[in-house]
């Protein structure tokens, strides 16, 4: 969407006719689509606001779940918000970034600093450009109008180029230096986080993920003379054909469930018509004692065996059979994989007594063929691993990968058709001088016009690009051995794509558009011609940050999805008491792999266009800083933290900005040689860039060099201190438990936070970080002094991580990392009273049929008069599903 284009040629080409410019559109018809773009937005971005200051006050669940929700660790939970209007800005004010650290994760913490990051580049880019930039383009005589005077376009003179190197120079050192002084503190900061005493003292602290075993290796004695200071061994199983049983027993617990409810609502409403008085309610209560509540058995739910040409067959019949024979053959076969009998996989997990010994076997190379016993992953959860995928064997991975990614390229070239058309969308206006087909355009009102070129084309980018991130996810979900790693696959996957689609094929095609006329009449000026409108095309990008700067954060504090589960979804979908409970106790979380690409792509586009049109950069900053805005009430009251990457995400998407730098220097180099042809004063400006981009290329290659490691393994010399605490100890199994003890739950013990609870590579005590101005500017110039992981450990982290988890017992030790379906419990059947007793009849009956081993119940949920559920949502724990996690 361009904020304004110029209707005259440059001063440098031959002058179009009056003709030959178009539709009387052309002048200022970029202002009309920056206008048409921005007020629906405001207006949109204000009602959406709105309604999120109403909703918030009567949906508690959605706006603030992390202040109350009991499925949370006390420490875990936010402070509640009062019930005013703005009742959650005391609390959002008050409680800074550092809260998200030790009370949510590592990962949404640097996710809400990359935003700061981002608008403190921006800011200080238009510090930097816009008193330099302005008033050289502004005065470049190129002839431009409107808001196309601020940009590289309007420069006619070629010595002025220098302005604009020497402005990239210093935007752009300022830029590499924020880059390596976040990699150094995400450093220090992953360091501090992952060797504090709660860290340490988790088991997937210690334990590696290996796979590619051989055979000979797939042995506990031959992996302990392997590896020194092994703890525990769990050698993985091939549980397909369990799998399958768990999964078809599963299926019968959920339509049992499913037809007693509804065999009891359709009850009730049968109860409820011929008139509920004191005589049926007596008779029910008599009958669930006595012979019974009859059903007629054209009453009673039924279903197919098979789509349309299974068996029609009684629902609850069928599947109290099934889950008869299951259940027994069920456990039969889980003992035999817990027993080690079952076939065996080239997969292996391995605990190790310290940090120090499992990030050692983690680093060294165990075998000596290549691509055997390899290293994978430490640190990850249970709940982490992709079962499916550990014993896939090397070289399918590789070809796995290496498809995919030929899949994603392909893609780009598919998709560049319609995000190419979109593009055109943003100046068709300009395409009516030349095509008489689409002079129709020219009777197009402005206000609609306007809507066109500016709304309609981001809305549509927007929507297609939806669809991306759900194949990267799919593609990644097929080789990688943890869900961490498909985050980063989709991250790297996902990112390359938005830079082409997103920004180079709509810049150019936009660009393109805009004189495709002149290119037709002047094909060999064609390079000149794009070079010179290259630099407005930037204006598609105001409009798209004001989009995702003000309808992104509305829509992110409207909170649509869970919202829309409250009030609609819930109540058509949610038809169980399984159901309800797994919505409420569940929280969100952000998808590392989706959410990245789409800011740090923004980002790109900021650095690309900063000094060819620095406008931009203002409009980043606003846009950024409205989003940081938004995510951060988010983090602090809504979202939790579905996938671990450790930062890892952060880390990436880092490394990706400098995309930005490349690019930008790339679009410098190119307006200055094209600037050159006929004209020597821009050679200067010209070498000088190569020689920037040059120099680029050289701190980005030992930025990569230096920090690689750092983003996967602990530095030995933190490792080599490791210090005797609780976290590093054998557990002493009399020492009491946290107030989880009673639901068998792991949670983190209460001990005393320790005078230096973490490790360090110095035995110096840590500077305190300074203060005011000074010392700020101090401590952002100089993070390994003020930002060290010493620094860090005593000043930023939260006191809860310097407490550790209560000690594991020997069963929580041997589960950890089996295969969920072999630790896999039978369902609990979960009916809903009602007044009738005909539940109750429901539930010995079930009982008699599966026997008294499996939990049949009807508390804690019942149905109204009209067949509606209600649950008593105020202790979650009482309920029959609860099953408190173990903090591995």
Not at 531 to 550: D, E, V
Not at 674 to 693: D, Q, Y
Not at 731 to 740: E, Q, V, Y
Request: net charge positive; hydrophobic share 45%; glycine share 6%.
């Amino acid at each position: 969407m361009d904020v304004l284009r110029s209707t005259e040629a440059n001063v440098l080409l031959p002058r179009a006719s009056a003709q030959q410019q178009g539709s009387h559109r052309q002048q200022g018809s970029s202002i009309s689509s920056l206008l048409w773009t921005l007020v629906p937005v405001i207006l949109g971005a204000t009602v959406i606001f709105l309604a999120f200051l109403v909703l918030r006050k009567k949906l508690i669940r959605v706006y603030a779940p992390r202040t109350y929700l009991q499925v949370l660790n006390k420490h875990e939970q936010t402070p509640r918000q009062s019930s005013g209007w703005f009742g959650f800005a005391a609390e959002y004010r008050r409680l800074n970034d550092d809260y998200v650290l030790g009370h949510s994760s590592l990962d949404n913490y640097l996710f809400l600093r990359l935003f700061k990051i981002l608008v403190t580049i921006s800011f200080v880019g238009c510090l930097i450009t816009w008193p330099i930039l302005f008033p050289v383009n502004a005065t470049g005589g190129g002839g431009e109008s409107g808001l196309d005077i601020l940009s590289f376009s309007n420069v006619n003179n070629a010595n002025r180029y220098y302005a604009h190197c020497f402005a990239a120079w210093i935007f752009l050192a300022f830029v590499m230096f924020m880059i390596s002084r976040e990699s150094l503190f995400y450093a220090y900061l992953r360091q501090a986080y992952l060797m504090s005493p709660y860290s340490t003292s988790l088991m997937s602290s210690k334990t590696v993920l290996f796979t590619d075993v051989p055979e000979e290796y797939r042995d506990e004695h031959r992996l302990r003379q392997g590896f020194q200071d092994v703890r525990h061994i769990w050698l993985a199983h091939d549980p397909s054909s369990l799998e399958d049983m768990v999964e078809d027993r599963d299926d019968a617990a959920d339509k049992l469930e499913t037809g007693e409810l509804k065999l009891i609502k359709g009850y009730i409403k049968q109860r409820s018509k011929k008139g509920d008085n004191a005589d049926w309610v007596e008779e029910g209560r008599q009958n669930s004692h006595a012979a019974g509540i009859h059903i007629e058995q054209k009453e009673r739910p039924t279903h197919r065996t098979k789509p349309i040409i299974g068996k029609k067959v009684d629902t609850i019949n069928w599947a109290r059979g099934e889950l008869k024979h299951l259940i027994p053959k069920v456990a039969q076969e889980q003992a035999v994989q817990r027993g080690g009998k079952a076939e065996k996989i080239s997969a292996v997990f391995i605990e190790f007594t310290t940090v120090r010994a499992a990030q050692s076997a983690f680093q060294q190379i165990a075998h000596q063929t290549p691509y055997r016993l390899t290293a994978k992953d430490v640190g990850m959860k249970p709940d982490m691993v992709l079962w499916k995928n550990i014993g896939k064997p090397w070289w399918l991975v590789k070809l796995l990968a290496g498809g995919f990614s030929a899949v994603i390229v392909l893609a780009c070239l598919f998709w560049t058709i319609p995000v190419a058309f979109i593009g055109v969308l943003t100046n068709v206006d300009y395409l009516t001088n030349k095509l008489p087909w689409l002079s129709f355009i020219d009777s197009i009102p402005q206000t609609v016009l306007g809507l066109i070129t500016g709304l309609l084309p981001v809305l549509l980018l927007a929507i297609l690009m939806k669809l991306v991130p759900i194949f990267c996810q799919l593609f990644a979900k097929q080789f990688e051995p943890t869900l961490g790693a498909v985050q980063l696959r989709t991250q790297s996957w996902y990112f390359g794509f938005e830079v082409i689609q997103v920004f180079l094929i709509t810049t150019f095609s936009s660009g393109a558009a805009s004189v495709a006329t002149q290119i037709v009449q002047q094909p060999t000026q064609a390079p000149l011609l794009l070079a010179k409108n290259l630099p407005k095309a930037s204006n598609f990008y105001i409009s798209y940050f004001i989009l995702f700067g003000l309808m992104t954060a509305a829509m992110q504090l409207l909170n649509i999805v869970p919202l829309l589960f409250a009030l609609v979804l819930g109540k058509i979908l949610d038809k169980t008491p399984r159901k309800m409970y797994n919505r409420y106790v569940s929280l969100s979380g952000i998808g590392w792999g989706t959410f990245y690409p789409k800011y740090t792509n923004l980002g790109v586009i900021a650095l690309s266009y900063s000094c060819i049109a620095p406008l931009v950069l203002g409009f980043a900053t606003v846009g950024f800083g409205i989003l940081y805005l938004a995510f951060r009430y988010n983090v602090l009251f809504t979202l939790g933290t579905q996938v671990d990457t450790k930062g890892r995400a952060y880390a990436k998407a880092l490394q990706q900005l400098t995309v930005g730098i490349y690019l930008s220097e790339v679009c410098m180099i190119g307006l200055f040689a094209i600037g050159t042809s006929g004209n020597t004063a821009g050679v200067g400006p010209l070498i000088l860039m190569i020689i920037f981009t040059i120099g680029t290329v050289i701190w980005h290659f030992q930025l990569r060099s230096a920090m690689s490691k750092h983003t996967i393994a602990l530095p030995n010399d933190l490792l080599a201190e490791e210090y005797d605490s609780p976290s590093h100890r054998e557990p002493d199994p009399a020492r009491g438990l946290s107030d989880r003890e009673s639901d068998g739950v792991a949670k983190k013990e209460q001990s005393s936070p320790y005078d230096s609870p973490y490790q360090t590579a110095s035995s110096e005590e840590p500077p305190e970080p300074p203060k005011g101005i000074v010392g700020k500017i101090k401590a952002f110039l100089f993070p390994s002094k003020f930002a060290s992981a010493a620094v860090i450990s005593k000043h930023i982290l939260s006191p809860h991580l310097s407490q550790t988890v209560r000690p594991y017992s020997d069963q929580e030790r041997d589960e950890a990392y089996m295969h969920p379906a072999v630790l896999a419990e039978t369902p609990a059947i979960w009916l809903a009273r009602d007044k009738f007793g005909l539940s109750q009849q429901e539930v010995a009956a079930t009982r008699e049929a599966l026997g008294r081993d499996v939990i049949v119940t009807d508390e804690g949920v019942s149905f109204d008069d009209k067949g509606k559920l209600h649950w008593d949502e105020q202790d979650v724990r009482k309920a029959p599903l609860w099953d408190g996690k173990v903090d591995y």
